[in-house]
């Protein structure tokens, strides 16, 4: 065993990127910081900010205004990405809202309809 450890010629054990008996060799710190800290990428945009926000909800706020700027937001080219997706998610939702009021009206009417009617039998 001495032997191994003293020959000079270890070439039995010595694989051929300078390694011995096939052991598992560990990057450098520079090779592991290199795929840990890479650069962000380039093609991201930067988030709305607070006040930009801030304005898209004043404006939100005054009638018929709203709703047009909405579709201007949810389907213009120009702006934000998270912008343009939350106004499409908004004009998805108020369709909905929309709709079941329409049959909550629906019903309803249905229902007091037939309530009067049967009031006037009496």
Do not use: H, R
């Not at 450890?5 to 290199?34: C, H, I, R, T």
């Not at 926000?53 to 709703?67: D, E, F």
């Not at 949810?74 to 004009?91: D, R, V």
């Amino acid at each position: 065993m001495d032997e191994m450890y003293n020959n000079e010629n270890n070439s039995s054990f010595e694989n051929q990127d300078g390694a011995y008996g096939g052991q598992y060799q560990q990057p450098s710190v520079q090779d592991q910081l290199q795929y840990q800290y890479q650069q962000p990428e380039s093609n991201l945009e930067e988030p709305m900010t607070l006040g930009e926000w801030l304005i898209t909800m004043l404006i939100m706020l005054i009638p018929c205004v709203n709703i047009i700027m909405a579709f201007v937001w949810a389907f213009s080219s120009k702006e934000k990405k998270s912008k343009s997706n939350y106004f499409k998610a908004w004009l998805i939702f108020m369709a909905i809202v929309i709709v079941l009021y329409i049959i909550l009206l629906v019903v309803f009417g249905a229902a007091m309809a037939a309530s009067f009617s049967a009031i006037s039998t009496y």
